[in-house]
Nanobody, 123 residues
Framework: VQLQASGGGLVQAGDSLRLSCAAVEGATRYYAKGWFRQAPGKDREFVAAINWNGRSTEYAYSVKGRFTISRDNVKNTVTLQMNGLKPEDTAVYFC?????????????????WGQGTLVTVSS
């Protein structure tokens, strides 16, 4: 399954960015989706997850209230709206498709991963 992520870039603290991820394979349309990130020198960490119909979401404590995950099952996309960005949000962001309905916080429950998009937040 090919995932195409876009929307990363260089912004200043307090700015907003919108990340999008499109799944080419239609068979994954109704599976859980999520976003993870990996900062330089750190392990990959959970950011946000959404269940198959978009009615249930989960967020990492560090992004709760600033980030919003959403999905469009017609277009087979998942989006991460990031507001109030902080320098500590700097990382490569990965979208992923889960193995079931979700939402899932555990990376091991995701089967397909995008190539990552870099978000850099300057202070």
């Amino acid at each position: 399954v090919q995932l195409q992520a876009s929307g990363g870039g260089l912004v200043q603290a307090g700015d907003s960015l919108r990340l999008s991820c499109a799944a080419v394979e239609g068979a994954t349309r109704y599976y859980a989706k999520g976003w993870f990130r990996q900062a330089p020198g750190k392990d990959r960490e959970f950011v946000a997850a959404i269940n198959w119909n978009g009615r249930s979401t989960e967020y990492a404590y560090s992004v709760k209230g600033r980030f919003t995950i959403s999905r469009d099952n017609v277009k087979n996309t998942v989006t991460l709206q990031m507001n109030g960005l902080k320098p500590e949000d700097t990382a490569v962001y990965f979208c992923a498709i889960g193995t079931g309905r979700g939402p899932f916080l555990d990376a091991s429950l995701y089967e397909h991963w995008g190539q990552g998009t870099l978000v850099t937040v300057s202070s």
